[in-house]
């Protein structure tokens, strides 16, 4: 009998995390659509000095591109869409 009311109270505390957790993402989710709805291509990016080392990022990323690799080109080349 204890052993059942054990099972049944941790799986209602397992299922309130669960319900929490993908509601948090599903909100957060929702918060990230503005972004990527409203992204624009800039280069050279805007930085600022809490956004860390992005530069040293963009070189370690760089070795997997080739001059062959494919590019977008014309008046559409700063677009995201592909």
């Given at each position: 009998m204890l052993?059942?009311?054990?099972?049944?109270?941790?799986?209602?505390?397992?299922?309130?995390?669960?319900s929490y957790?993908?509601?948090?993402?599903?909100?957060?989710?929702?918060?990230?659509?503005?972004?990527?709805?409203?992204?624009?291509?800039?280069?050279?990016?805007?930085?600022?000095?809490?956004?860390?080392?992005?530069?040293?990022?963009?070189?370690?990323?760089?070795?997997?591109?080739?001059?062959?690799?494919?590019?977008?080109n014309g008046?559409?080349?700063?677009?995201?869409?592909?």
């Amino acid at each position: 009998m204890l052993h059942l009311l054990v099972s049944h109270v941790f799986m209602f505390f397992s299922m309130t995390s669960a319900s929490y957790i993908v509601g948090q993402w599903l909100s957060q989710w929702r918060n990230d659509l503005f972004v990527w709805e409203n992204k624009k291509f800039s280069r050279p990016p805007v930085l600022v000095k809490g956004d860390g080392p992005i530069q040293a990022q963009r070189r370690w990323f760089k070795q997997f591109y080739s001059a062959s690799s494919f590019q977008k080109n014309g008046p559409d080349a700063a677009s995201l869409e592909w």
